[in-house]
T-cell receptor
Framework: GAVVSQHPSRVICKSGTSVKIECRSL??????MFWYRQFPKQSLMLMAT?????????EQGVEKDKFLINHASLTLSTLTVTSAHPEDSSFYICSAPRGGYNEQFFGPGTRLTVL | GENVEQHPSTLSVQEGDSAVIKCTYS??????FPWYKQELGKGPQLIIDIRSNVGEKKDQRIAVTLNKTAKHFSLHITETQPEDSAVYFCAARSGGFKTIFGAGTRLFVKA
């Protein structure tokens, strides 16, 4: 069964609004979670590393003020896309490492469409 | 930084045939190499992985090989079935959790 969940699975919003995406680890704690963005027919691009109890670490070129990450608990990380624009439309996927070797398990993804 | 190249970008095989996807990585410190299968509209799912102290690993119809000297690793799927059709990503990780993905291979298995 799924070990990482995301909500919502799909969201459509108007340009200029903010959208929050939740990522939850099920039945295990994750001090670190990862947020990826995937454009159609492309690979996963790491956006940021979410750290429980501290600031997220953003990859080069990712605007931290636009993509707000909050890792409020050991099972929940949220990504807020602020003032969304059509170019932010994408598939957003989170992941969390679990197990002795820290295999990464991915959420089912959230498809964001900004009109 | 770490770079992972994946080939081919598209692969079409007849049901029952084998499929091979190849990847190369640049960071010699990479020590963990997972493979993911992604179906349309879903998140990637781990299908097999290999660590740098192992040269080959097999799980039923899926096998992965690693050549550390050449920095190559490959995914082999035997007796392919239509449900194997998906996008496959190789990845490499060197310490920590940061994982670098290949560009993906779109596999079509024709019935």
């Amino acid at each position: 069964g799924a070990v990482v969940s995301q909500h919502p699975s799909r969201v459509i919003c108007k340009s200029g609004t903010s959208v929050k995406i939740e990522c939850r680890s099920l039945d295990f704690q994750a001090t670190t979670m990862f947020w990826y963005r995937q454009f159609p027919k492309q690979s996963l691009m790491l956006m940021a590393t979410s750290n429980e109890g501290s600031k997220a670490t953003y990859e080069q070129g990712v605007e931290k003020d636009k993509f707000l990450i909050n890792h409020a608990s050991l099972t929940l990380s949220t990504l807020t896309v602020t003032s969304a624009h059509p170019e932010d439309s994408s598939f957003y996927i989170c992941s969390a490492p679990r197990g002795g070797y820290n295999e990464q398990f991915f959420g089912p993804g959230t498809r964001l469409t900004v009109l | 930084g770490e770079n992972v190249e994946q080939h081919p970008s598209t692969l079409s095989v007849q049901e029952g045939d084998s499929a091979v996807i190849k990847c190369t990585y640049s960071d010699s410190a990479s020590n963990y190499f997972p493979w993911y299968k992604q179906e349309l509209g879903k998140g990637p799912q781990l299908i097999i992985d290999i660590r740098s102290n192992v040269g080959e690993k097999k799980d039923q119809r899926i096998a992965v090989t690693l050549n550390k000297t050449a920095k190559h690793f490959s995914l082999h799927i035997t007796e392919t079935q239509p449900e194997d059709s998906a996008v496959y990503f190789c990845a490499a990780r060197s310490g920590g959790f940061k994982t670098i993905f290949g560009a993906g291979t779109r596999l079509f298995v024709k019935a």
